[in-house]
């Protein structure tokens, strides 16, 4: 029996329960599914979850869950509902819509690890996570992630309007469906799977009544470009990982010299226009232009110094930058449209 796997968030593909090589981080397609719920029966997972303890449970769910990373996309919906809100702040529709796209994010990282339970076991990072560990069972990950779904967009319907919704269901089933199964079989799977990174700014302005103008394209576009040195410093650094999982990620399948550097020093210097959008577009004034200018320049600094020379100290220096840079940039942005101009 040959079950097809895909993915976490950062490695998947295809897999033989007879197979050593497994690669990593791709979710299950739907055309090649063996359940992974009838794989946990063979002898390439474990039996399953042992009793657990109460805190062990809520560790599990934890881990499920991925609760930095779903807090990173709440601050960024906050974000762009204060931008889009103004000084019309319904703490209702805020909370609903928070709650409702914590749910939708928690869903999606619940459907990637699902997907993913084999290829996880075989990569060092992600071997210790509640499926590939035995430490859940299959079925009740995928009624977390089907329950979550449900209700975070039946929330949203409710509060948000249906354009919030849509682009939030688009969000879940691009991340899930498209860009984890494409890992395995091309490196533009960073290009696709870009696209749902950027959208938590552009759900929060909707919820608040903003149209899909040129405002809501100028925060997709920002965090659409900044997300390219940050995981282009990441795929380097598992690099190895991700080669023996049989990942199409571009320091995987390049084999020019210095070209994954390159890439994200010009993915840097292009973030550089792009971030002064908000201030052509009159969301922001020069306040937040010269912070712009300023972590710009700082973040493309990094990922030259990552160029000059690929190692684990300059690639760390890229993904410490761009975890800096992005809050900063945000926030100043955020205060400009208050206070500043």
């Given at each position: 029996?040959?079950t097809?796997?895909?993915?976490?968030?950062?490695?998947?593909?295809?897999?033989?329960?007879?197979?050593?090589d497994?690669?990593?981080?791709?979710?299950?397609?739907?055309?090649?599914?063996?359940?992974?719920?009838?794989a946990?029966?063979e002898?390439?997972l474990s039996d399953?979850?042992?009793?657990r303890?109460?805190?062990?449970?809520?560790?599990?769910y934890l881990?499920?869950a991925?609760?930095r990373?779903?807090?990173?996309?709440?601050i960024?919906?906050?974000?762009?509902?204060?931008l889009?809100?103004?000084?019309?702040w319904?703490?209702?529709?805020?909370?609903?819509?928070?709650?409702?796209v914590a749910m939708?994010?928690i869903?999606?990282?619940?459907f990637?690890?699902?997907w993913e339970?084999?290829t996880?076991?075989?990569?060092?990072?992600?071997?210790?996570?509640?499926l590939?560990s035995?430490?859940?069972?299959?079925?009740?990950?995928?009624?977390?992630?089907?329950l979550?779904?449900v209700?975070?967009?039946s929330?949203l319907?409710?509060?948000?309007g249906?354009?919030?919704?849509?682009?939030a269901?688009?969000?879940l089933?691009?991340?899930?469906?498209?860009?984890?199964?494409?890992?395995?079989?091309?490196s533009?799977?960073?290009i696709?799977g870009?696209i749902?990174?950027a959208?938590?700014p552009?759900?929060?302005w909707?919820?608040a009544g903003?149209s899909l103008?040129?405002?809501?394209?100028?925060?997709?576009?920002i965090l659409?470009?900044?997300?390219?040195?940050?995981?282009?410093?990441?795929a380097w650094?598992y690099?190895?990982?991700?080669?023996a999982?049989?990942?199409?990620?571009?320091?995987?399948?390049?084999t020019?010299p210095r070209?994954t550097?390159?890439?994200?020093?010009a993915?840097s210097?292009?973030?550089i226009?792009?971030?002064l959008l908000?201030t052509?577009?009159?969301?922001?004034?020069t306040?937040?232009c010269?912070?712009?200018?300023v972590?710009g320049?700082a973040?493309?600094?990094?990922?030259f110094?990552?160029?000059?020379?690929e190692?684990?100290?300059?690639?760390?220096?890229?993904?410490?930058?761009?975890?800096?840079?992005?809050?900063?940039?945000?926030?100043?942005?955020?205060?400009?449209h208050f206070?500043l101009r």
């Amino acid at each position: 029996m040959t079950t097809t796997l895909h993915r976490d968030t950062d490695t998947g593909s295809a897999i033989d329960k007879n197979s050593v090589d497994i690669p990593i981080d791709q979710p299950i397609s739907a055309t090649g599914l063996s359940l992974p719920l009838l794989a946990s029966t063979e002898n390439d997972l474990s039996d399953g979850p042992t009793l657990r303890t109460p805190r062990e449970v809520v560790n599990s769910y934890l881990e499920i869950a991925k609760p930095r990373i779903a807090l990173m996309v709440l601050i960024t919906v906050l974000m762009g509902y204060a931008l889009a809100a103004d000084a019309n702040w319904n703490l209702s529709l805020l909370t609903l819509t928070l709650a409702g796209v914590a749910m939708v994010a928690i869903s999606s990282s619940a459907f990637n690890q699902w997907w993913e339970q084999l290829t996880d076991r075989q990569m060092q990072r992600t071997k210790g996570r509640p499926l590939p560990s035995g430490k859940m069972d299959s079925s009740e990950v995928l009624f977390l992630g089907g329950l979550l779904g449900v209700v975070g967009l039946s929330i949203l319907s409710y509060s948000a309007g249906m354009t919030t919704t849509l682009l939030a269901a688009g969000t879940l089933v691009s991340y899930c469906v498209i860009y984890t199964p494409l890992k395995p079989y091309s490196s533009l799977c960073t290009i696709i799977g870009a696209i749902p990174g950027a959208m938590p700014p552009v759900l929060g302005w909707t919820a608040a009544g903003g149209s899909l103008g040129k405002e809501a394209l100028a925060l997709f576009l920002i965090l659409f470009v900044w997300q390219f040195p940050h995981f282009i410093a990441i795929a380097w650094k598992y690099r190895d990982q991700y080669a023996a999982a049989g990942l199409k990620m571009l320091p995987t399948v390049s084999t020019a010299p210095r070209a994954t550097g390159l890439l994200a020093f010009a993915y840097s210097l292009a973030l550089i226009p792009v971030s002064l959008l908000p201030t052509l577009w009159e969301l922001a004034g020069t306040p937040y232009c010269v912070t712009a200018l300023v972590l710009g320049l700082a973040y493309a600094y990094s990922a030259f110094r990552f160029a000059q020379g690929e190692t684990l100290k300059t690639a760390r220096g890229v993904i410490l930058t761009s975890v800096i840079y992005l809050p900063l940039l945000l926030g100043a942005l955020v205060i400009d449209h208050f206070c500043l101009r």
